[in-house]
């Protein structure tokens, strides 16, 4: 986190991929189960995770992505999660300061969301507003 937000207080494009995300087996075999519920909860936390610690170093000229794994014959929320996940199509607002650390947690406000982020444990929170 460290050195992108550097990167990202000089200037530097950053687009980052955290490649948190469920694999092909793993998708087949929750909807093959039917467990299709299960699978839309796993997608939403994986890229709230992302999305979160995105916002911890995001500064001008940051960009955020989710790249699913890529998956022919699914449902379209796989592959295209702004289906499924509504704090893709928020808006942010400016950020209200830079992050805070202290120990494993981070933490950082924009205009409608604060973030809250445990490295330690890999949890995130956006609590939006």
Do not use: C
Request: zero cysteines.
């Amino acid at each position: 986190i460290q050195l992108m937000r550097e990167a990202a207080l000089k200037g530097k494009i950053l687009m980052p991929a955290f490649h948190d995300r469920i694999d092909r087996n793993q998708i087949k075999t929750l909807l093959r189960d039917g467990k299709e519920e299960e699978l839309k909860r796993l997608i939403k936390e994986r890229v709230r995770k992302e999305l979160a610690y995105y916002l911890i170093i995001a500064e001008k000229y940051s960009y955020f992505r989710y790249q699913p794994e890529k998956a022919s014959n699914m449902p379209l929320y796989v592959n295209d999660p702004t289906q499924l996940v509504d704090e893709l199509t928020r808006p942010l607002g400016p950020p209200l300061g830079p992050p805070r650390k202290s120990g494993y947690e981070y933490t950082r406000s924009f205009k409608h969301v604060d973030v809250w982020l445990n490295v330690e444990t890999n949890k995130a929170r956006l609590t939006w507003h």
